[in-house]
């Protein structure tokens, strides 16, 4: 396959000489939305969602059609992002909990884990790799990879504005708190706001301040939203407008949420009319990615099965859109599979650091797609998530073949995702060497990179105990 608000003062630890914007490297804008799904862009088909700013960085960048994040939650997926490295690898498999440990039933066949459950102070993250090419950094908006002690500055960025370890705020609106809800703790890491401020719009507002406060300089602006992960909440007055859109088209099933989707895409309609002031969009690459697939609650992912939390399509394949003018042709569009551990030495070898040449990574580069210069290396894509957010399982897809092997209940299951991308047609039983030889795989795969791995429940009838186990997991 081919491819067709508040000022913040940020002071330096290094000086970085001012030089003109045709001899830097390229600025990096990396724009992360939580929850958003596969198909909640108007590029990408939806007809109800109104996405017109995100659809220009499509029409004038690359848009990836078989995207995925490296787990169907938030957590892992963002630490793949940060270093290139698989979940499993990392020893990060699910997402930080509200009680900082992972929940599993007392009556469930497996228990998760135990992991790190943080990304550990010792990996290379993306603002780290490019500190070494004289980035400045910022990371702005949701975290999630760990508590205080691993938040943002203590991974390589030079800023830190509203990231911390939990992954959603009570409320969007200020003061970001709201005492009627169990889980009621303010931001941290951001200080001020007025009265109705929308937590979308601050974000993007810290954007560009940062970015014009940088402008003379190359910089990384991961700017990461809280949106449009719970609580669904949105201005009144965008909501009112698909409220009445629902006469119609039919299409979707929740306003506030496609009134979310709109803020954050009026956000970045807000930074790319800044870059185009400040005469930088022709040295910015963009990025546009999402960390899981859309919460089924609240929006439709069809084609795709399922959503958030499930590790079929729904749950996995996301929005991906890079801009980078005068290297990636507008317009074009991409089938190649690539997974959220791609964009670590993607982004490093753009900005000309040589941080990760000695690193174990999982992801490659995906400079020859987008130059269209050549093909990736030939290989598979695995995940692995044992946890109880929906069903525990691990997956691979080799080709066009994707399995999926549930761990509770024990079951397998075989998608040709070419010819059913909905995964309505299971080959599990009509093709038993092709399952044999991909659970295989797995299994090797879990091996080699010596993943921590899940335990059969010694409390269930007839599974034996610990130490009467071999220590290697499910068997």
Known sequence: MRCILMTVTLILTTSVTSISARDQPPNILFILVDDLGWMDLGCYGSTFYETPHTDRLSAEGMRFTQAY???????????????????????????????????????????????????RLEETTLAEAVHEAGYVSASIGKWHLGPEGYWPTDQGFDLNIAGWTHGSPPTHFFPYEDPAKEWNASIPTMQGGEPGEYLTDRMTDEAIQFIEQNQDRPFFCYLTHYAVHSPIEAPQQITAKYERKFATDSSQKNAEYAAMIQSVDDGIGRIMQTLDRLQLAENTVVVFFSDNGGLSQVTNNAPLREGKQFLYEGGIRVPLIIKWPGH???????????ISHDLFPTIVELAGSQASESKALDGVSLLPLLKQ???????????????????????????????????????????????????????????????????????AWLTKIDATRHTLNPDLPGVARPDQRDGRGDR
């Open 69 to 119: 994040a490296a787990a169907p939650v938030c957590s892992p997926t963002r630490a793949s992002l940060m270093t290139g490295k698989n979940p499993a690898r990392l020893g990060f498999t699910g997402h930080i909990t509200a009680i900082l440990k992972y929940r599993y039933p007392p009556e469930g066949r497996i228990i998760p884990p135990q992991d790190h459950m943080l990304l």
């Open 328 to 338: 990636v042709d507008s317009g074009t569009t991409c089938d190649v599979p690539v």
């Open 373 to 443: 210069s050549g093909d990736l290396p030939e290989r598979k894509l695995y995940w692995y998530y044992p946890h109880y957010a929906r069903h525990p399982g691990a997956v691979v897809r080799d080709g066009n073949l994707k399995l999926i092997e549930h761990y509770d209940p024990p079951n397998v299951e075989l998608y040709n995702i070419a010819e059913d991308l909905s995964e309505s047609h299971d080959l599990a039983d009509e093709m038993p060497k092709q399952v044999k030889q991909m659970r295989s795989d797995l299994e």
